[in-house]
């Protein structure tokens, strides 16, 4: 039972490096997610997905950028990693956009450090 | 725009003793999710409420869904030490990232044996 996997589970950047947090997930659900979680402010949207060739921005978009070219994968990009991107990253993923009765699934995470 | 709000913050308590929290919010919900993180791990759901009013139990937890639909309350009897993780209440997203949930900032709970 896989579900949702991301990689890596850990990661230190430099001021101005760029890199890619994968995720993938093997439910074959329409709809994923990325979430960034810093301390005392919860789980904030970064950017979302309800299907192959599909995104849309969430609550902090910037400084992030994602595509989605299978339903299975759904990689988060930071173009110029800044100190302020240092978080813990969350995928997440759904058979279908939320709406009643549907459930999301997260993976493991992903811990930044941004230098 | 949309918040919610989870109190308390943090909690610190015995094992065996019962935990309650709440989660509010300015407008009206017409789902309430309740998720818990454990250290390390990504989110999962414990708990969902799809009509006011409604009480929901999985285990030693039971979930409420305020009768205004404004709030929702997470109770958790005899608490044991594996309880430990951050607790989150989740509604659904209106307005312009519908399809989306928006989180609380969690609650924190700490159990000592």
């Known amino acids: 039972n896989a579900g949702v996997t991301q990689t890596p589970k850990f990661q230190v950047l430099k001021t101005g490096q760029s890199m890619t947090l994968q995720c993938a997930q093997d439910m074959n659900h329409e709809y994923m997610s990325w979430y960034r979680q810093d301390p005392g402010m919860g789980l904030r949207l970064i950017h979302y997905s309800v299907g192959a060739g599909i995104t849309d921005q969430g609550e902090v978009p910037n400084g992030y950028n994602v595509s989605r070219s299978t339903t299975e994968d759904f990689p988060l990009r930071l173009l110029s990693a800044a100190p302020s991107q240092t978080s813990v990253y969350f995928c997440?993923?759904?058979?279908?956009?939320?709406?009643?009765?549907?459930?999301?699934?997260f993976g493991s995470g992903t811990q930044l450090s941004v230098l | 725009g949309q918040q919610l709000n989870q109190s308390p913050q943090s909690m610190f308590i015995q094992e065996g003793e019962d935990v309650s929290m709440n989660c509010t919010s300015s407008s009206i919900f017409n789902t309430w999710l309740w998720y818990k993180q454990d250290p390390g791990e990504g989110p999962v759901l414990l708990i969902a409420?799809?009509?006011?009013?409604e009480l929901t139990s999985n285990g030693r937890l039971t979930a409420q869904f305020g009768i205004t639909r404004k709030d929702s309350f997470l109770n958790i009897s005899a608490s044991i030490p594996s309880d430990v993780g951050i607790y989150f209440c989740a509604g659904p997203y209106y307005g312009g990232s519908q399809g989306n949930l928006i989180f609380g900032k969690g609650t924190k709970l700490s159990v000592k044996p």
């Open positions: 997440a993923s759904s058979q279908r956009p939320l709406g009643t009765n549907e459930k999301l699934f």
């Open positions: 409420l799809y009509k006011a009013g």
